[in-house]
């Protein structure tokens, strides 16, 4: 039966336990709410470690003033089946005020590439994520950490903080899951009303079509970016928030599509902020 653990001491205990007779830790962070993108990076965490700690929290530092921190959907129990059934043993559940006490001010920040895609249209959003991952990582202890590629940014940012703090914990890129009609998983699909759960098809279909493009030969970045702009302005209930065609290793823009390029996406449909990416190797 899988464990709820709401401490940090109580979670730190069982860590040290496990390390101590031996076992491998795999470390797999959400806001909850789970789906099959999430179940996937459990199971991968399963695949090559003794023990999988999933961790439910949706930290208040990662969002800003305006946005959905509070109708941001919740349901451990729901989560808890899921998580056993994906084959993890533990989920760790700790309040705001136990990740943050009265008096908290303690914070880690990666420059540069935060400025860009999703960090510049969520000032601050990435010096929380840094900051709660860093804390779960000194919590957890993991010996390896599973992410999904769906959020690339967050997988760019962490490895960096990751490589330049010299952490010991390996970071694990995990492909997106779709809906079978091509929709990226996100938990906050459910704050989709039907009718915008239709329109949001748009972004996973304009990239297939760079995709075909570029399969097609087309180098153009430019080119590219304008096929998206102009297959998602065919949904009015589509409001874009950026388009960016980046080398996947520093996130700079590029005008020529080689080697590993990231073409993402952040749009609103109707209350909801999505977003989406495809990464090609050119
Ligand atoms: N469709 C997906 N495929 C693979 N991994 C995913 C998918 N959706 C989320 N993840 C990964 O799960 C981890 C936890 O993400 P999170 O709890 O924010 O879920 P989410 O569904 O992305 O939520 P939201 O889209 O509302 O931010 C992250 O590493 C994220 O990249
Ligand atoms: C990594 C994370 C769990 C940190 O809160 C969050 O940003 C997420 O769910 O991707
Ligand atoms: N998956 C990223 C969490 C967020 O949108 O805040």
Known sequence: MIKIITTIHEMKGIIKSKKAQGKTVGFVPTMGYLHEGHTSLVKWAKEENDIVVVSIFVNPTQFGVNEDYDVYPRDLERDQMLSEEAGAEYIFHPTVAEMYPNGYQTYVEVFGITDKLCGASRPGHFRGVTTVVNKLFQIVAPHRAYFGLKD???????????REL???????????????DGLAMSSRNVNLSPIDR???????????????????????????????????????????????????????????????????????????RLIDNIIMEA
């Open 166 to 180: 010299n952490m010991d914990v390996e970071i694990v890129p995990c492909p997106i899951v779709r809906e079978a």
């Open 198 to 272: 239709q329109s949001a098809l748009i972004l996973s279909q304009s990239l297939m079509k760079a995709k075909e493009m570029i399969q097609a030969g087309n180098v153009e970045a430019k080119e590219i970016q304008r096929a998206i702009e102009n297959k998602i302005a065919e949904e009015s209930a589509v409001a874009v928030d950026y388009i960016k065609i980046v080398d996947f290793t520093n996130l700079e823009e590029i005008d020529v599509i080689k080697g590993r390029v990231l073409i993402a996406l952040a749009a609103k449909v109707g209350n909801v």
């Open 152 to 162: 690339a940014q967050q997988v760019a940012v962490i490895e960096k903080m990751v």
